[in-house]
């Protein structure tokens, strides 16, 4: 029968348990910005048809960039009555409608020019952009990578004190895989807000320089080893 060293360690085969941990800060690959189109109509036509002018120029506006937009997509519609504030009857003052687009661009030269020139729309409100990684970015891959690095040389070095060497591997793990909960997504950062009034603009919106917000990659892993028995 094969001497299978124990996990928790025995004098035979003591056990070292380290963290390896990597923090990345690495250039983002995508930017999102979050546009809302408004109307407001004395009729519910009216308001609709204005709306649906405005959506599509926004539209317009954004698919005119080409491949630097990325993915356009648009959310939730609404059109609300807005009743009049004095009278027991049901008198509709006026209709609201509203449209929320979604656009994910991965060109930052021309990122600048797409939000002045949409929030320059007539009632159009740009919020962004929050800078982000893709879900399968390398860098999150470079830093497991890293943490695992750090984890195996943190445990020699435990090992080399003692006068011995690690031997095997018996576990690793993400922390806190093993009563792991949902991770709370973080909060986007305040972005840049703009809003056109009525009327067309008199010249042509300027153009932002933007700097992209670096992004911080992190990494940990708790792993733990058999090494030799130690030389006292």
Not at 77 to 100: F, M, Q, T, W
Not at 108 to 134: C, H, S
Not at 188 to 199: D, E, L, N
Request: aromatic share 4%; hydrophobic share 40%.
């Amino acid at each position: 029968m094969t001497d299978t060293p124990a996990p928790y360690g025995t004098p035979e085969h003591p056990r070292v348990a380290v963290r390896g941990e990597a923090r990345l800060e690495v250039d983002p690959e995508i930017a999102h910005l979050g546009i809302t189109v408004t109307a407001r109509g004395k009729d519910r036509r009216t308001a609709l048809e204005d709306l649906t002018r405005r959506n599509g120029a926004v539209l317009e506006h954004i698919r005119s960039y080409g491949p630097a937009v990325e993915k356009l997509e648009t959310g939730a519609l609404s059109i609300n009555p807005e009743l009049a504030e004095k009278g027991r009857d049901e008198k509709v003052r006026a209709y609201h409608g509203r449209v929320h687009i979604t656009a994910v661009l991965n060109d930052f030269t021309a990122l600048g020019e797409l939000i002045t020139r949409v929030a320059d729309l007539d009632m159009t409100r740009v919020n962004g952009p929050w800078w982000a990684l893709r879900p399968d970015s390398p860098a999150h891959a470079n830093a497991r990578r890293q943490a695992v690095r750090e984890a195996v040389q943190r445990a020699r070095e435990y090992a080399d004190a003692l006068g011995s060497h690690l031997t095997a591997l018996v576990e690793l793990a993400d922390l806190g895989a093993e009563n792991a909960a949902p991770a709370a997504l973080p909060t986007p950062p305040a972005g840049f807000r703009g809003s056109a009034g009525y009327g067309a603009p008199a010249a042509p919106a300027p153009t932002l320089d933007l700097e992209p917000r670096r992004q911080t990659v992190q990494a940990q892993v708790n792993a733990r080893f058999i090494m030799s028995p130690p030389e006292l």
